[in-house]
Structure formats: structure tokens, C-alpha cells
């Protein structure tokens, strides 16, 4: 009797216990599989590493320098010894006023006062950025501005390919009879080739920029003068005395030609004058 009363208390204790375990069996499956998606999930989407992240550097600097053209070769030297490239090298003189004086009886002493400048579009190796740019300052007399940027496109390259790949998926074909949609079908196709060649292009432009940084320099030296002695134009357009004396008398020649001709182009005047000078007298001896 003892032993069927224990049976009955013995029963539903092993029945909850293995419930139990039961439903810690099933959670723990359920925790490992949510466990194991979220790690797959994790694993299919793209990771950016630091050292592979697509970063563009630029600098902008103006300086001054004692002499721009030999600056402007030692630049030039410099980034050609890191396989850098001279994109663009600008010389020029910017005047600031020009004057002349008298220097001697048929020469002129001119003064031109100008600024050089030199404009210099560079791009080297990324790696080689900051050694250029430290040079250029170094070799500054007076840093006008400088300005270093370093830009993260990892995004904006990332884009680009994620949309080339999703692109690569062949179309779904769908059946249709009508003229129109074949056109539309077509111009949807072309639209998205081009939109294809258009990031990888940009991928292209923006690989290269990582690779090459873009250095924008602008050199000037203190104000300098240019003094010479040039020939008086004045002075040398002026004829000896000899053809100067011909030259006056034949305008002598001429103005009395013309104050001559002036009088007899006028002698009905005189003829008026006189008769009325005779009319006046005539008449005043008679009163």
C-alpha cells in the first residue's frame, strides 16, 4: 500500500522534471539558432576594414618665396623624384605700375615694378603627400594659407559596386505582344547598361584619386623692379635743322598762299566797301 502511495507522489515529479529539461533543450536550440543567423547575416554583409577604407587627400597652399623661378624647379624636381606629376606649371609677372623719366637729352629711363607668380597643379603618391607638402613649407619664406583635406569615399565606392552587382542579375523575361513595351523594355535595358558604365567610371576616378593626391601650390616673391634706359621716340623722330628750316618755309609759303587766296575770294566785299565809303563822302560834303 506504502509503495503504490510513493508511485503516485514519484510520478509527477518526474514528469515536470522532464518537462523542464524539455524547455531548456528547446530555448537553448532556439537562442543557438538566432545565435547562428545573426552571425550569418553579420558575415554577408560587407565589411570595411581601416587599412582598406578609400580616403582622398588634397592640400592648397600659397607661400612666399626669395625666388620663384628656382622654387618652381625644385618643386618640379621633388615631385618627379616620388613619380609624382606636374599636371600644370604656370609662370607669370603680375605689374603693378611702369613709369618713365627723363634720363638724358634722347633716352628715357623706364621703371617697371612687377610680382612674380607661379602656379602649380601636383599629384603624387599618396604616401608621398606629406613629405611634399612639408618641403614646400620649409622652403616658405610666409606661409599665405595652407590647408590640408582628407576625405572618406569608402561609402560612396562601396555604393557603386553593391549597384553594379544587384545590376549583373539577368532580367526577368516577360512576355508581351504589344510594339511599345519592346521600346520601353529597350530603353530601360540601355538606361541601366549606362548607369553600369557611369559607377565604374566613377570607381575608376575615385581609385585613381586615392592613389594620387592633388596638390594645389601658388608661389610669389617680394615686388621687383626692372630698370632700363631706352631711347627717347620723340627725340628720334625729329628731322635735322636743315629739312626743319624747309620745312618752315614751305608752311610760311602756304599760309600766305592761303590768307592770298582768302582776299581774292573776297573782292566783291571790297568792291561793296569801297562803293559805300565814296556814297558816305559824297554825301557828307554835300550836307
Not at 533543450?25 to 532556439?30: D, M, Q
Not at 577604407?53 to 618665396?65: M, W
Request: net charge positive; proline share 5%; hydrophobic share 40%.
Amino acid at each position: 500500500m506504502r509503495s503504490s502511495s510513493m508511485l503516485w507522489v514519484l510520478i509527477p515529479i518526474l514528469t515536470l522534471y522532464a518537462c523542464s529539461n524539455a524547455g531548456n533543450i528547446k530555448f537553448e536550440t532556439s537562442t543557438q539558432n538566432k545565435s547562428e543567423a545573426y552571425a550569418d547575416s553579420a558575415a554577408a554583409a560587407p565589411s570595411t576594414p581601416s587599412d582598406a577604407r578609400k580616403r582622398i587627400k588634397t592640400a592648397d597652399l600659397r607661400c612666399r618665396v626669395s625666388d620663384v623661378v628656382s622654387a618652381t624647379a625644385n618643386i618640379e624636381k621633388l615631385v618627379t623624384s616620388v613619380n609624382g606629376i606636374v599636371v600644370e606649371s604656370h609662370l607669370r609677372n603680375e605689374q603693378s605700375s611702369s613709369h618713365e623719366f627723363a634720363y638724358s637729352i634722347d633716352s628715357l629711363k623706364r621703371v617697371t615694378r612687377y610680382i612674380p607668380v607661379a602656379t602649380l597643379t601636383l599629384k603624387v603618391p599618396a604616401p608621398y603627400m606629406d613629405t611634399v607638402v612639408r618641403a614646400l613649407t620649409a622652403s616658405a619664406s610666409l606661409i599665405s594659407h595652407r590647408m590640408l583635406k582628407d576625405t572618406d569615399v569608402t561609402l560612396e565606392h562601396l555604393r557603386n559596386q553593391l549597384h553594379n552587382k544587384a545590376d549583373e542579375t539577368p532580367a526577368r523575361k516577360v512576355d508581351h505582344t504589344k510594339p511599345e513595351k519592346e521600346l520601353d523594355i529597350t530603353r530601360y535595358e540601355d538606361a541601366k547598361k549606362d548607369a553600369v558604365i557611369d559607377r565604374t567610371i566613377n570607381n575608376m576616378a575615385i581609385d585613381e584619386k586615392v592613389m594620387y593626391s592633388s596638390i594645389t601650390v601658388e608661389l610669389f616673391q617680394p615686388e621687383v623692379a626692372d630698370i632700363q634706359v631706352v631711347l627717347n621716340p620723340e627725340r628720334l623722330s625729329r628731322p635735322p635743322l636743315a629739312t626743319a628750316a624747309v620745312v618752315a618755309l614751305n608752311r610760311g609759303a602756304e599760309f600766305f598762299r592761303a590768307v592770298l587766296l582768302f582776299f581774292l575770294s573776297v573782292w566783291p566785299a571790297f568792291v561793296f566797301g569801297a562803293l559805300g565809303w565814296f556814297v558816305y563822302r559824297k554825301l557828307g560834303l554835300k550836307r
